[in-house]
């Protein structure tokens, strides 16, 4: 907010400028109403793509919303054949089980996810990244711990073999 | 007051300027969010009619240019370890000088280079000294051109039909195929290119300007795979076609191709027909399986897959030992190694029989899954044509399956090759030792029939050694069996320099 030219006059009220409130009548510069058409269209144009491309539908826990993007028909087809169809949709497995880590985790991924599938420029076969393996990890023994807490590591965050390891088919069978 | 207004409309400007750029990357958003979108729709569109003489496979890619594509970048080149391709193949003579013992007397002793892209099999053929220099039967080109209309052409003429090109076009007619295949085989290498020259393409037209050609030879093309009509996947090879019927008949265990068993047990009186029996996920090996294997491919009769008894390397080697030649009845053998006179049996690249062996083969892997792998482009799986070695392209060959990092993957295959490698050396010296020997043997004056036995020890050691050398995975198709292999040469040399040494006593 620095000055580039002295200010030789302070501003009148004869300013045609926005915010008059000498009158009744609020009256905008042209320059005003440019920069409204402007906002508004970016609201329209903003709103319609949050529309086509189904930009609500990842607040929901929907599996559907997975194959809005084609890379994931096979995961998703996969699932649908997997033990776990019945009892886990995709974010019981990839997202924490309590808000906060929920949320951010859907976020982190909501961007990287749409980033590498606006740019094409993601591996193939697609790898899971060590962040979201723990996050996977840590919904198993969330679910299972009555079972497995025998088998949990004495200190947490101790190095432990990852369920998935051997039980590779759980989440998504055949792959 | 001015400058207030100057000052108010600057702020104006720059808020307007990030609300265009903001509605510029939000507009950019929604139309790749579109294109995401209409590439899922995959649409296909049949623009031009393709039928069974069109070799050039030009016209195949306007239909499907992305598999086409992918299959003209077999032109391309890398090189891995021990395979992929390359710019100029270097010569694997000099590299390994034992192998001109090993071919002594044979074509592949003048000039046996590494191999390269799909896109030069019928180029590299025509100027490889082995063709040049020595005549050649035109059974070569049973693999090494997309040769099947021609086939079909002498064969209608050979059935007494006048092979126009629409006759040429309405379907396989295998029973032409097979005739023309037949009548082909043993005539010259040139002779035949001749009639590939001859044969009409059914898209692509003669020019007018007097140009003999009715379609050029073109070397491994969308035809010699696909269906024109379905684009489905089938065998066009004779050699193949005949090769797995008998196959069929043997009873070779072939857990890994689970339709000849089931053909084996429905009793049918009708031979095994690939195109007919076969499973998809078979045919992805079968067509690769039409060329890269074991064959004879000479003169002196068809061309020949030695499976009546199985796939192994001593099957093979049965079948060869019991084979007589049809016109003067000798014994057959492939050429006479010219050091010591022995008859021997040549090698060449059976990858479909040592695939067989291996685990991959087991566990229903097929050729086309490590070496065409499927790869996304849009939303659509395309096999990918740029067929070339898995090590060019790790994870998209093995990490779909191998759930571990590309680096132990590489190392786990390094360590196969270079242990093939290894043995493959001792097998060499092995080799050369016992040659040194038998010549030995042949100057102190051994007696043929006192050489006997030893012939046949060395044709034995020779065979082995040449099935791993000339197979082109190091090993990797089946690891074990490739040990076992090398292991037998090497035993079979040994215990002919033994014998040698014992004449010379």
């Not at chain 2, 720059?14 to 899922?40: C, D």
């Not at chain 2, 795979?225 to 076609?241: A, E, L, S």
Request: charged share 25%; proline share 5%; net charge negative.
């Amino acid at each position: 907010m620095t000055d580039s030219e002295p200010t030789p006059l302070p501003p009148t009220e004869a300013d045609e400028t926005g915010g008059d409130a000498s009158g009744n009548k609020i009256r905008f510069g042209k320059a005003a109403v440019l920069f409204t058409v402007f906002l508004g269209i970016l609201a329209g144009v903003g709103t319609f793509t949050f529309g086509y491309g189904k930009g609500a539908s990842y607040l929901s826990n929907n599996p559907e919303t997975c194959v809005n993007c084609h890379v994931m028909q096979e995961h998703m087809d996969s699932w649908q054949h997997s033990s776990h169809h019945h009892v886990a949709v995709c974010n019981d497995c990839h997202l924490p089980h309590h808000f906060l880590g929920k949320w951010v985790t859907k976020a982190d991924n909501g961007f990287f996810h749409s980033l590498a599938f606006t740019l094409q420029n993601y591996r193939d076969p697609i790898q899971i990244k060590p962040r979201n393996q723990r996050v996977t990890q840590a919904a198993c023994v969330d679910c299972h711990q009555d079972v497995v807490h025998a088998m949990l590591p004495v200190n947490a965050g101790e190095d432990m073999q990852s369920c998935v390891h051997c039980h590779s088919d759980v989440g998504h069978a055949f792959r | 007051m001015a400058s207030s207004n100057n000052r108010s409309f600057g702020w104006l400007a720059i808020l307007t300027g990030l609300v265009a750029l903001a509605t510029f990357g939000v507009v950019a958003l929604l139309i790749n969010i579109f294109e995401r979108k209409q590439e899922a729709r995959a649409p296909f569109v049949r623009l031009v009619d393709v039928n069974e003489v069109s070799t050039d496979p030009k016209p195949w890619g306007v239909n499907f240019p992305l598999q086409y594509e992918s299959y003209l970048r077999t032109a391309d080149t890398s090189r891995t370890e021990y395979g992929g391709s390359h710019a100029l193949p270097p010569s694997k003579l000099e590299k390994d000088p034992w192998l001109k013992r090993l071919f002594a007397g044979y074509a592949f002793s003048i000039d046996y280079r590494e191999a390269r892209g799909h896109a030069y099999m019928l180029s590299d053929q025509e100027v490889t000294k082995r063709v040049t220099e020595v005549q050649q039967a035109g059974a070569c080109l049973h693999c090494h051109a997309s040769i099947v209309p021609t086939y079909r052409r002498i064969g209608l003429q050979e059935m007494g039909v006048e092979p126009t090109e629409e006759k040429l076009a309405e379907g396989f007619h295998q029973e032409a195929v097979m005739a023309g295949f037949k009548a082909l085989s043993r005539k010259p290498y040139e002779e035949v290119y001749a009639e590939l020259e001859k044969t009409p393409d059914g898209v692509v037209e003669p020019s007018g300007d007097g140009d003999p050609h009715l379609g050029d030879a073109h070397p491994v093309s969308c035809l010699d795979c696909h269906d024109p009509d379905t684009m489905r996947i089938r065998v066009t090879r004779p050699g193949f076609i005949e090769g797995i019927a008998k196959l069929a008949n043997s009873d070779d265990p072939v857990p890994h191709l689970p339709s000849i068993q089931r053909w084996r047990d429905s009793g049918s009186t009708e031979p095994y027909d690939p195109n007919q029996d076969s499973t998809r996920q078979e045919m992805r090996s079968f067509v690769c399986g039409q060329c890269h294997v074991e064959y004879y491919c000479a003169n002196k009769m068809t061309l020949t897959f030695p499976w009546s008894n199985g796939l192994k390397v001593e099957d093979l080697e049965q079948e060869w030992d019991e084979t007589e030649f049809p016109d003067d009845g000798g014994a057959f053998y492939d050429y006479v190694h010219k050091e010591t006179g022995t008859k021997v049996y040549k090698a060449q690249h059976p990858e479909f029989e040592l695939w067989s062996q291996g685990i991959h083969a087991r566990a229903g892997v097929s050729c086309a899954d490590c070496h065409m792998p499927y790869e996304k482009q849009g939303a659509t799986k395309v096999s990918s044509h740029w067929v070339r070695s898995p090590m060019l392209n790790v994870h998209r060959a093995c990490q779909t399956c191998h759930n571990v990092p590309e680096a132990e993957l590489k190392a786990r295959v390094d360590t196969i090759q270079g242990r093939t490698r290894a043995l493959m050396d001792r097998a060499a010296t092995a080799m050369t030792d016992m040659l040194d020997a038998i010549l030995a043997a042949q100057e102190a004056g051994a007696s043929e029939e006192q050489l006997k036995p030893i012939r046949d020890l060395q044709r034995k050691a020779m065979w082995r050694l040449d099935y791993i050398s000339s197979e082109n995975s190091k090993g990797f198709h089946a690891d074990q069996e490739a040990a076992r292999i090398l292991g037998e040469s090497i035993d079979y040399s040994r215990q002919a320099q033994a014998a040698a040494y014992k004449l010379g006593k």
